[in-house]
T-cell receptor, first 113, second 115 residues
Framework: NAGVTQTPKFRVLKTGQSMTLLCAQDMNHEYMYWYRQDPGMGLRLIHY???????AKGEVPDGYNVSRLKKQNFLLGLESAAPSQTSVYFC????????????FGEGSRLTVL | AQSVAQPEDQVNVAEGNPLTVKCTYSVSGNPYLFWYVQYPNRGLQFLLKYITGDNLVKGSYGFEAEFNKSQTSFHLKKPSALVSDSALYFC?????????????FGTGTRLQVTL
């Protein structure tokens, strides 16, 4: 049982380049999230989705776009990467129940030079 | 808006001693509260949650947490620490009236258990 899978695990970009992070879950979860983790700042929500075809902004959405074309996949895009986007990115999913915990992927470490 | 505070960046404890990692929260109404653990270069793993009922919640790996409504706290505890418990611990809160089941996380507390 794979759970939540993120690709790639590591990536180095130059300022201005674009890239997409892929998150895939095999638990038939409705809700999916993208967080970024920075030292001393915990996890901050970038964007989230409550179902196929829907997306919404989180706490720190600027510079990112997302898409949820299929229920099992949630893509995070950086159109023009900036050094401030150097971070570790985590995808998470949950069934949507208010009592349910989030299930996290292993993370994607992005460095923007 | 919901928020969580973890006042200690790091907690140091000797193996075999009890440990406490502190968490306070702020939500409108009654909260759902969670603890997660993160080992180096790994994702977050769920430890335990408070939904309703008993104020003392038991979770994975011998951890437990005490919900205190009057102090708006949800401290993580373990009677006897192990070196293998060394990791980064996150407290999180979900507002029962909020949308999208979003969790708000604290900044994390690094637990260092030494021999």
């Amino acid at each position: 049982n794979a759970g939540v899978t993120q690709t790639p695990k590591f990536r180095v970009l130059k300022t201005g380049q674009s890239m997409t992070l892929l998150c895939a879950q095999d638990m038939n979860h409705e809700y999916m999230y993208w967080y970024r983790q920075d030292p001393g700042m915990g996890l901050r929500l970038i964007h989230y989705s409550v179902g196929e075809g829907t997306t919404a902004k989180g706490e720190v959405p600027d510079g990112y776009n997302v898409s949820r074309l299929k229920k099992q996949n949630f893509l995070l895009g950086l159109e023009s990467a900036a050094p401030s986007q150097t971070s570790v990115y985590f995808c998470a999913s949950t069934s949507g129940s208010y009592t349910g915990e989030l299930f996290f992927g292993e993370g994607s470490r992005l460095t923007v030079l | 808006a919901q928020s969580v505070a973890q006042p200690e960046d790091q907690v140091n404890v000797a193996e075999g001693n009890p440990l406490t990692v502190k968490c306070t929260y702020s939500v409108s109404g009654n909260p759902y509260l969670f603890w997660y653990v993160q080992y180096p270069n790994r994702g977050l793993q769920f430890l335990l949650k408070y939904i309703t009922g008993d104020n003392l919640v038991k979770g994975s790996y011998g951890f437990e947490a005490e919900f205190n409504k009057s102090q708006t706290s949800f401290h993580l505890k373990k009677p006897s620490a192990l070196v293998s418990d060394s990791a980064l611990y996150f407290c999180a809160v979900r507002d029962r009236t909020g949308t999208a089941s979003k969790l708000t996380f604290g900044t994390g507390t690094r637990l260092q258990v030494t021999l």
